[in-house]
């Protein structure tokens, strides 16, 4: 009896294992290069509207635990304020990899995907909260 709960215990351990651990903002999700056309985006999009320091700190800072999705979809769908959702899906994923950037998130070798169900395993998450 003690022999085949044993291996019950050990059979588990291996599905166990096999769950991915959340990545987030701070494993590197998003390449130098990927910020760099992001940028270009709020040069040709967004600046007009919004300042760059407004995309830093304190007001990114509320979405800290959530998914990245969620900054990604916020945007995409309200944005350009004059013709939301008029950017292409690489062009808004792009842009949150520069805001990433912009707030101190390390780029990584992958590009940010740009698939909502890949956004949605990417947790956002500040090193220093206030």
Known sequence: MKLAALAFVVA????ASQEPAPRSV???VYTAAQAERGKQVYKQ????CHALDWYQGET???????????LYELIA???????PGSLKRR????????LLSL??????AKELPNQPSDL???????RNKP
């Open 103 to 108: 707030n101190g998130m390390p780029a990584g």
């Open 45 to 48: 999009a967004c600046a007009e």
């Open 60 to 70: 990114m800072q509320p979405w800290d635990g959530a998914p990245l999705f969620d």
């Open 26 to 28: 701070q494993d590197g």
């Open 12 to 15: 588990a351990v291996p599905a």
């Open 120 to 126: 949605k395993q990417i947790l956002i998450k500040w």
């Open 91 to 98: 062009e808004y994923v792009d842009l949150v990899a520069f």
């Open 77 to 83: 769908t309200v944005m350009p304020q004059d013709n």
